[in-house]
Nanobody
Framework: VQLVESGGGLVQAGGSLRLSCVASGSISSGNVMGWYRQAPGKQRALVGSITSGGSIIYADSVKGRFTISRDNAKNTVYLQMSNLKSEDTAVYYC????????????WGPGTQVTVSS
């Protein structure tokens, strides 16, 4: 199973970015897909997750600004980020697993998001 993220980059505060994660291999469509982020000096934390049926949870810090969506036919999950803040700067990781609260059986290599103020 491989997960590959794309779409990271440098953006000004208040701007938007969309991250994509494509899953390949024997990943089950029933897997929960999630996004995590890790800022320098901090622990990796869940941004949000989405089940195959479309149930979604978000971290409080991103509610109302970030949107997770999923295309099961394409084995792809998206993270639309809006109104970005400097504190959103982190490496963002895609993950897949069986837990809604901590999908972590498979990981992507990560993509850097930098928000300049």
């Amino acid at each position: 199973v491989q997960l590959v993220e794309s779409g990271g980059g440098l953006v000004q505060a208040g701007g938007s970015l969309r991250l994509s994660c494509v899953a390949s291999g024997s990943i089950s469509s029933g897997n929960v897909m999630g996004w995590y982020r890790q800022a320098p000096g901090k622990q990796r934390a869940l941004v949000g997750s989405i089940t195959s049926g479309g149930s979604i949870i978000y971290a409080d810090s991103v509610k109302g600004r970030f949107t997770i969506s999923r295309d099961n036919a394409k084995n792809t999950v998206y993270l639309q980020m809006s109104n970005l803040k400097s504190e959103d700067t982190a490496v963002y990781y895609c993950a897949a697993g069986r837990s809604v609260l901590k999908p972590s059986d498979y990981w992507g290599p990560g993509t850097q998001v930098t928000v300049s103020s």
